[in-house]
């Protein structure tokens, strides 16, 4: 099932979630002291209300 992330205006990453109407977005989480960009390179090119739609869901961390 894909999955996709969003770059919402505030500059959070966010997990979009689209089986339900209801679902919600989750914030893609990080260790302290260390920004989502540092923690998840593969999005940090993402502007601000751009999202990125990835194939599958990840088995790990990206």
């Given at each position: 099932?894909?999955w996709?992330?969003?770059?919402?205006?505030?500059?959070?990453?966010?997990?979009?979630?689209?089986?339900?109407?209801?679902?919600?977005?989750?914030?893609?989480?990080?260790?302290?002291?260390?920004?989502?960009?540092?923690?998840?390179?593969?999005?940090?090119?993402?502007?601000?209300?751009?999202?990125?739609?990835?194939?599958?869901?990840?088995?790990?961390?990206?």
């Amino acid at each position: 099932m894909p999955w996709h992330i969003k770059r919402l205006e505030n500059g959070l990453l966010v997990q979009e979630y689209d089986q339900e109407p209801d679902d919600k977005s989750e914030e893609l989480l990080t260790p302290d002291g260390r920004t989502q960009d540092e923690c998840h390179p593969r999005f940090a090119h993402l502007k601000p209300g751009e999202s990125m739609v990835l194939p599958d869901e990840p088995n790990h961390d990206f």
